[in-house]
């Protein structure tokens, strides 16, 4: 069973930094795009930031120069590292990777909470 586990959410201070880790695990052969979004109450889901196999990346334009996206490919690991939080960063992230074999598939994790609040 293919699935995508999170982790690195919590309560942090407004100014602080989080850590967030999706891992990809089961019968995976390879991934193309790996992703991560959020979602705050009442809100839609956005794009937070985006990496590609080749390493290209896209970076919402709330986030950038506070969030930094990485992938370790030898551990179907995507990592999102961001700094100087703020409240109106509070939302439930969530992991989003395109595998593309053995089968195409877009996988979702169940979230991770991060809240900013002093």
């Known amino acids: 069973q293919v699935q995508l586990v999170e982790s690195g959410g919590g309560l942090v201070q407004p100014g602080g930094s989080l850590r967030l880790s999706c891992v990809a695990s089961g019968r995976i052969f390879s991934i193309s795009s790996m992703r991560w979004y959020r979602q705050a109450p009442g809100k839609q889901r956005e794009l937070v930031a985006s990496?590609?196999?080749?390493?290209?990346?896209n970076t919402a334009e709330s986030m950038k120069g506070r969030v930094t996206i990485s992938r370790d490919n030898a551990k179907n690991t995507v990592y999102l590292q961001m700094n100087n939080l703020k409240p109106e960063d509070t939302a439930a992230y969530y992991c989003?990777?395109?595998?593309?074999?053995?089968?195409?598939?877009?996988?979702w994790g169940q979230g991770t909470q991060v809240t900013v609040s002093s």
């Open positions: 990496i590609t196999s080749g390493g290209t990346i």
């Open positions: 989003n990777v395109v595998m593309t074999s053995p089968s195409l598939r877009d996988l």
